[in-house]
Nanobody
Framework: QVQVVESGGALVQAGGTLRLSCTTS????????MGWFRQVPGKEREGVSC????????EYVESVKGRFTISRDNAKDTLYLQMNSLKPEDTAMYYC??????????????????WGQGTQVTVSS
């Protein structure tokens, strides 16, 4: 059974930092791309970033480039999202997702049915 669990969300002030983690089990973690998505109530889920299976390539949505860094530890089956210079518009529920392939783009088309329950990030102005 595949399990995906996010953690690390919190309330922070604008300009602050957070590090999200996503622990997984029940899948061959190092064979699949992984991604982060976010969603605000009433809006569609947005792809934030993804990382290829070996970690050699990463993709970001334009709005977070230069501020967020995705990484993975294949030995620990864990995905991370380092979030710096946070802005109020980054406020959302953040979800971790398991890729369908070894490669990815930050689009739901590249991701499987396995998603976490989300972790809330709130950035105050």
């Amino acid at each position: 059974q595949v399990q995906v669990v996010e953690s690390g969300g919190a309330l922070v002030q604008a300009g602050g930092t957070l590090r999200l983690s996503c622990t997984t089990s029940g899948l061959t973690f190092d064979d699949t791309a992984m991604g982060w998505f976010r969603q605000v109530p009433g809006k569609e889920r947005e792809g934030v970033s993804c990382i290829w299976s070996g970690g050699s390539r990463t993709e970001y949505v334009e709005s977070v480039k230069g501020r967020f860094t995705i990484s993975r530890d294949n030995a620990k089956d864990t995905l991370y999202l380092q979030m710096n210079s946070l802005k109020p518009e980054d406020t959302a529920m953040y979800y971790c997702a398991v890729g369908r392939l070894a490669s990815c783009l930050p689009s739901a088309d590249y991701f499987s049915a396995y998603w976490g329950q989300g972790t809330q990030v709130t950035v105050s102005s």
